[in-house]
Every structure is written in structure tokens, then in C-alpha cells.
């Protein structure tokens, strides 16, 4: 069974910097990717980051420039660095691990960390 571990949300006031951490484990298969989600109450779940085992990344538009996601491969463990907060990008944030084999794949998700922005 796979554990994803969100940590780092919090309360910050706009134009403030936090960083998530998540910390996977448990998993028979490789890592193909992983990535950040993030959902506002009344909204669906976006993209905002996402990285591959060979070091590709995407980022949504809404924060490009802003944001910066990394991976440790060794520890399985993805950051992601957000700065420059604006009070749009208060939600929960989760932590997406897709792991697989072969052409299987496997998402799992963690409970999710919610990051506030004051105005």
C-alpha cells in the first residue's frame, strides 16, 4: 500500500513564499510521475505541477513563474516551492504519485494540505 504525506500548507499573506513537502512510500512499482493538485471550495481539482522520473516538468499557467516543483528520486519526496501567493491560490493542496508497470498505471493521493492567502 502506498502512503503519500502532504506537509508544509498554512496561512500566509499575499506575496509571502510557503513550500510543500510530500513523502511517498510503500510502493512495489516505479514512480512514473508526481505531481500537485489543488482544489478551492466549489471548484474542481487542477493541475498545478507535475514531474516525471526523467525530470520533465508542467506547470498550470495560473503559476508559472510563481512556483517551482522539484523531486528528490532517492527519498521519493516532491516539493514545491510557491512564492509570490496571491490570495487566488488559497485552497487544499494535494500531492498525486503515479506509479506502474509495463503499461499499468497507478495513481494515489494524499489527504491533502491547505494553504490560505490573505489579502
Known amino acids: 500500500q502506498v502512503q503519500v504525506v502532504e506537509s508544509g500548507g498554512g496561512l500566509v499573506q499575499a506575496g509571502g513564499s510557503l513550500r510543500l513537502s510530500c513523502a511517498a512510500s510503500g510502493s512495489s512499482f516505479s514512480v512514473k510521475s508526481m505531481g500537485w493538485y489543488r482544489q478551492a471550495p466549489g471548484k474542481q481539482r487542477e493541475l498545478v505541477a507535475a514531474?516525471?522520473?526523467?525530470?520533465?516538468?508542467n506547470y498550470a499557467d495560473s503559476v508559472k513563474g510563481r512556483f517551482t516543483i522539484s523531486r528528490d528520486s532517492a527519498k521519493n519526496t516532491l516539493y514545491l516551492q510557491m512564492n509570490s501567493l496571491k490570495p487566488e491560490d488559497t485552497a487544499a493542496y494535494y500531492c498525486n504519485v503515479r506509479t506502474g508497470i509495463g503499461a499499468l498505471r497507478y495513481d494515489y493521493w494524499g489527504q491533502g494540505t491547505q494553504v490560505t492567502v490573505s489579502s
Open positions: 514531474i516525471t522520473s526523467d525530470g520533465s516538468s
